[in-house]
């Protein structure tokens, strides 16, 4: 009898050990999915910044399967439907584009956005903050438009004529446009004074950019992929237009000042959520959305660009690097 009940509990202890050790370890290993809309400094330093968290986290134990669109919306459409065949364990979607395909493409991975404005907007829904719901969180990159349009007054007092420059394809950079276009009338500026210059993409930068500086004293660019990657363009054709810009990456191309946050930190914090979702500490879906904390957000200033327009930057300003 001794030696039956021996095998028996000599067979449970094999049976069990899988279930023990995995218990004991969790997954312990992890699959992300990277879907970065187009290569710039900003979007760099957010993927960067997501990946060196998680990297902490987990070492060699998180395996990143990175796409980069090239600006293209239907590429990351097919890189978001690769990710779910992999069937990896998270996504983060670099841009609104990128978002977007990755929402698409499943609802049952979780899914987090960084370098996205305004998340309503995003993925054409009511939003009004907190938690966006499903399989989806993430962070906003946007910086108080508010203040943006009060820099654009304060440093130009004398300006009378405004243009918004962007990418029709981006919907997010309308909406910039459009919150800075009542903010803009808020603090005394006449609606007809007030432009919208949208180029489609990369081959109309130039010519769009020209009839943006023939109309206005001053130009506002939102945060702007096709902008960001394409900056030196603009530059070369709006003269000695002062140009006032969303993020400090558009800014060392082609403006003058900015109010940006750090894309870096802003990376950071979507891998922190990224680790709490993967670890099983929190629910994707019950994550609010998060931001850079309001301390971090500066006002800097283009040297380069202020030595060849004759612009003296205020006390509170510093310089950026130029690129």
Do not use: W
């Not at 993967?278 to 309001?294: D, F, R």
């Amino acid at each position: 009898m001794k030696k039956i009940m021996a095998l028996v509990l000599a067979l449970l202890l094999v049976a069990a050990a899988p279930f023990a050790l995995a218990s004991c370890s969790g997954k312990g290993e992890y699959t992300v999915g990277i879907i970065q809309l187009i290569q710039h400094s900003a979007l760099d330093a957010a993927t960067k910044g997501f990946k060196d968290v998680l990297t902490e986290e987990f070492g060699d134990k998180v395996t990143f399967v990175e796409h980069n669109a090239n600006g293209d919306s239907t590429a990351c459409t097919t890189a978001a439907n690769d990710l779910v065949t992999k069937n990896v364990d998270l996504i983060l979607g670099n841009a609104t584009a990128a978002l977007q395909a990755a929402a698409n493409a499943t609802e049952t991975i979780p899914v987090l956005g960084t370098s996205i404005t305004d998340y309503g907007t995003a993925l054409n829904m009511t939003f009004n903050g907190g938690a966006v719901g499903g399989n989806i969180s993430g962070t906003t990159d946007l910086a108080p438009l508010d203040q943006q349009a009060q820099m654009i007054k304060d440093l130009y007092p004398s300006a009378s004529k405004v243009g918004l420059l962007y990418c029709s394809a981006e919907p997010n950079s309308k909406y910039q446009a459009d919150v800075i276009r009542a903010k803009l009338i808020e603090l005394g500026y006449a609606d007809a004074n007030i432009k919208d210059f949208k180029f489609a993409d990369s081959n109309d930068v130039a010519s769009v950019s020209q009839s943006a500086a023939a109309f206005a004293d001053v130009l506002y660019v939102p945060t702007d992929n096709t902008a960001a990657s394409f900056g030196a363009t603009i530059k070369d054709n709006i003269g000695s237009d002062p140009l006032i810009a969303g993020e400090s990456g558009i800014c060392s191309l082609c403006g003058i000042a900015t109010l940006s946050i750090d894309y870096y930190e802003l990376g950071k914090i979507t891998g922190k959520m990224a680790v709490k979702i993967l670890k099983g500490e929190a629910k994707v879906g019950e994550m609010a959305i998060e931001s850079v904390p309001a301390n971090t957000i500066t006002k800097k200033y283009n040297t380069t660009r202020a030595t060849e327009i004759g612009f003296t930057a205020p006390e509170g300003y510093t310089a950026l690097p130029t690129e």
